[in-house]
């Protein structure tokens, strides 16, 4: 239920998933990544804080480290999307004959990029049990939330991946009207999670420019 509301990098994995061919097991194995990268570096943020100060962590200083850490991640998605659409736009240039994989290679390591923001929810389930003396629970419902997320993470790329192959299921005997569309559509995919990471980074970016 906490993965079903908004952000958890549904959108991020939709958008990958909607403009690249990739294997079934994909959409998956990036849900469960994303969700297990997104809740564990909340664990470690938490235990850094936490030994750091030689006390209980508060919230105030997970805050700081949050801002820190999504501005930057937020930066560092939309430098990817600026490379990955002028790939896009040089494939498309260079016509079927031109295409390769090398856009797929770059699918996992945006993917752990794209979630190395802490998950606020897993920060405070774990702020809550090393208050109560229970750290190794928290852990567990860390764990148990990051399972949660990871169904609802995959489900969003598999519905990506359907949609596709149903949309260019019917364009297979027009090679260049696919490869085209197929660019086309993971231009515009990439300028979606552009714009987003440039409206998500603005607060960041403005309180180190003032």
């Not at 770059?106 to 897993?122: D, F, Q, R």
Request: charged letters at 10%; proline letters at 4%; aromatic letters at 12%.
């Amino acid at each position: 239920f906490h993965a079903a509301g908004p952000g958890h990098r549904k959108t991020i994995i939709f958008s990958l998933f909607l403009s690249r061919k990739s294997g079934w097991y994909e959409p998956g194995l990036a849900g469960f990544l994303s969700a297990g990268i997104h809740a564990g570096v909340s664990i470690i943020v938490i235990f850094v804080l936490y030994f750091m100060q030689k006390s209980v962590v508060t919230l105030s200083a997970t805050d700081n480290v949050y801002a820190v850490m999504e501005g930057g991640t937020f930066i560092f998605m939309a430098l990817f999307s600026l490379v990955f659409i002028a790939a896009a736009i040089r494939r498309m240039a260079g016509g079927p004959a031109a295409e390769g994989t090398s856009g797929e290679r770059s699918l996992y390591p945006l993917i752990i990029i794209t979630s190395l923001v802490p998950c606020p929810g897993a920060a405070m389930l774990m702020v809550l049990s090393i208050y109560a003396g229970i750290p190794g629970i928290g852990v567990a419902g860390v764990a148990a939330m990051s399972a949660g997320m990871g169904i609802i993470i995959s489900l969003a790329g598999y519905m990506a991946f359907t949609g596709r192959a149903g949309l260019f299921l019917r364009l297979k005997r027009k090679e260049r009207t696919m490869f085209f569309a197929s660019s086309l559509l993971e231009v515009i995919s990439f300028m979606v999670i552009l714009l987003f990471s440039l409206f998500m980074a603005w607060p960041f970016i403005r309180s180190v420019i003032y």
